[in-house]
């Protein structure tokens, strides 16, 4: 998932030119090598509370303009309970899209606290509509499309991991 657009005190910005020109650089080449490139990204791990289970997930962390810039672009699979997190570091609105992304994900969209603020489900690959947050939020988890639903992930649970301070 290519990060889109970001807004801060000062209004909407728009981060267009870092992930087209970031989605160029790599069209050309196998796709593993494109899957990864030159971005080794920081794994960690997070859990979901919802409906009173705990759902843990492995992912990778998008915590540069740079990584989350690439996301989860040209990955042929993601396993069912792998992901990516970005993190803006901060609460603001976000927006995204599916450019050079090569699979349908879920897209959760979380508050500071680690509140699921929306869920955008099964976003379609290389799509370029822009699918936004809805509200401010510190980050999203990118998982397989249709997982949330299967899972029972919805607004209001929380997820843990450091990143919100509870984890």
Do not use: C
Not at 90 to 96: H, I, K, L, T, Y
Not at 121 to 128: D, H, I, K, M, Y
Not at 129 to 138: A, L, Q
């Amino acid at each position: 998932m290519a990060f889109l657009r970001s807004s801060g005190r000062l209004g909407r910005r728009l981060v267009l030119a870092a992930p087209l020109l970031v989605g160029a650089t790599f069209t050309v080449g196998t796709s593993a090598a494109r899957a990864q490139g030159d971005i080794k990204f920081q794994r960690s791990s997070l859990v979901v509370v919802t409906g009173g289970r705990e759902i843990k997930f492995d992912v990778e962390l998008a915590l540069t303009e740079t990584e989350r810039a690439r996301g989860l672009m040209f990955r042929e699979k993601l396993g069912p309970y792998d992901g990516m997190l970005f993190d803006f570091h901060r609460e603001a609105p976000v927006s995204f899209w599916m450019k050079n992304t090569l699979i349908p994900l879920d897209m959760v969209f979380i508050a500071g606290d680690g509140t699921i603020r929306h869920v955008h489900a099964n976003a379609v690959p290389l799509s370029t509509d822009s699918i936004s947050s809805e509200h401010p939020v510190r980050g999203v988890l990118e998982i397989n499309g249709g997982s949330a639903k299967l899972l029972g992930i919805k607004p209001g649970d929380k997820v843990r991991h450091p990143i919100f301070g509870n984890g």
